[in-house]
């Protein structure tokens, strides 16, 4: 089970041509990953490219698509570094997202890479003009320490975007058993992630019932925060079962009764039928207590025949990341004057003298 979250937006640029050319980009060793497995996928995304500070994320993806940014060997990174060392190629992340209308920016919050550089990717993008879109993966909770960087960078993201999918790594994890890897871990979380994502995005396809850009942005992301949870079930009642599990996990990060908008799809195999559609899609409302509640819905035949019913949902007006950045609670509505803050790996008397 999984969750996402997504933020504001209503875009009528974004619908001036029939076909939005849409961009993505993996930032930094979880969005690298996570991209690369998307691009395999039939997306509607024409173009992926990939920005990291280490070169080993780029084992998986084409190196023409990929973007390095230098970085000193002898210094840890921090998010405000990557952001200062991502100044010299910001020409480089321009054209890769030039003419591009839509551009996700995928990073895994936390780290020094993704947290630093996707706010700063999403605002070259939008510099031009395009709708940016981030999609956060948050830390698992085991990870306390990275926390604080995942939540200003979060916040960050929210501010440099039109819409933030947050994916939660935690509710990603059906149940882990003591002898997991940490690569087992990141294995099922990123296959729960690129189902939903790939389901979310899904091309129109003859079989299936695909949700479009257009409904995708205009019901979810048109007010403030969202939140995608994701549940599956191989059960003889799967649709009921995966619909509640959905619900719990949204739970776990929102309180499920405000939510206003929803965006729920299913991934199933040709097994899934009709009533089960149905069912999920008439008890969403019921089942998450919100009255009133607007659903769209999608339907992606080319999974298996365990339902995946991935539930992204909007209008809340806080979640459980709202502890992660203490400094924006103690701020409230007021701005801190931060926009600024790009750190360089030389000391101060690399700076030239100013005449
Ligand atoms: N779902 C998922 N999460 C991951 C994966 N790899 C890392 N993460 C998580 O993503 C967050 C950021 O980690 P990374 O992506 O490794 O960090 P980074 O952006 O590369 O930053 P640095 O390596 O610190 O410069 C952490 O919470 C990790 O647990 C992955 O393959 N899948
Ligand atoms: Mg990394």
């Given at each position: ?6 933020i ?30 998307l ?8 173009r ?27 210094q ?6 990557v ?34 550089l ?29 926390k ?8 960050r ?12 790594n ?38 299936s019932?695909?949700?479009g ?14 939140l ?8 003889v ?49 019921s089942?998450?207590g ?12 080319t999974?298996?025949?365990?339902l ?48």
């Amino acid at each position: 089970m999984f969750i996402l979250g997504v933020i504001k937006v209503c875009a009528p640029e974004l619908f001036v041509d029939k076909i939005p050319r849409v961009a993505a980009v993996g930032v930094g060793s979880a969005g690298i990953k996570i991209a690369s497995l998307l691009s395999r996928k039939p997306v509607l995304v024409d173009r992926f490219s990939y920005v990291s500070c280490d070169e080993g994320d780029f084992s998986t993806v084409d190196p023409k698509d990929a973007i390095l940014i230098e970085s000193p060997v002898d210094q840890k990174l921090t998010p405000a570094l990557v952001r200062g060392l991502a100044l010299g190629s910001r020409a480089k992340i321009a054209d890769a997202l030039r003419g591009a209308k839509v551009v996700f920016v995928i990073a895994g919050l936390g780290g020094a890479t993704g947290s630093g550089l996707a706010p700063f990717v999403s605002s070259v993008a939008r510099e031009f003009g395009a709708v940016a879109v981030g999609v956060a993966i948050m830390p698992f909770e085991f990870e306390k320490k990275t926390k604080f960087y995942a939540g200003v960078s979060l916040r960050r993201l929210r501010s440099s975007s039109r819409g933030v999918l947050v994916v939660d790594n935690e509710t990603l994890l059906r149940s882990s058993s003591e002898d997991t890897t940490l690569a087992d871990l990141y294995d099922t979380a990123n296959k729960a992630a690129v189902k939903a994502l790939g389901s979310l995005l899904m091309k129109a396809d003859e079989g299936s019932k695909a949700l479009g850009l257009n409904k995708l942005f205009g019901t979810v992301f048109q007010d403030g925060y969202a939140l995608l949870s994701v549940s599956s079930s191989g059960t003889v009642e799967k649709a009921e079962d995966a619909l509640a599990g959905a619900v719990v996990s949204l739970g776990k990060l929102a309180d499920p009764k405000e939510a206003t908008h929803a965006v729920v799809s299913l991934n199933g195999d040709s097994s899934l039928s009709a009533p089960e559609v149905g069912l999920v899609v008439d008890r969403l409302a019921s089942s998450t207590g919100s009255d009133g509640l607007d659903v769209e819905y999608g339907v992606d035949y080319t999974g298996s025949a365990q339902l995946q019913v991935s539930l992204l949902a909007s209008g809340f007006s806080s979640s459980k990341y709202d502890d992660y950045d203490p400094l924006a609670k103690v701020l409230g509505d007021r701005v801190l004057d931060d926009d600024m803050d790009f750190a360089l790996p030389e000391g101060l008397e690399a700076l030239q003298p100013c005449d």
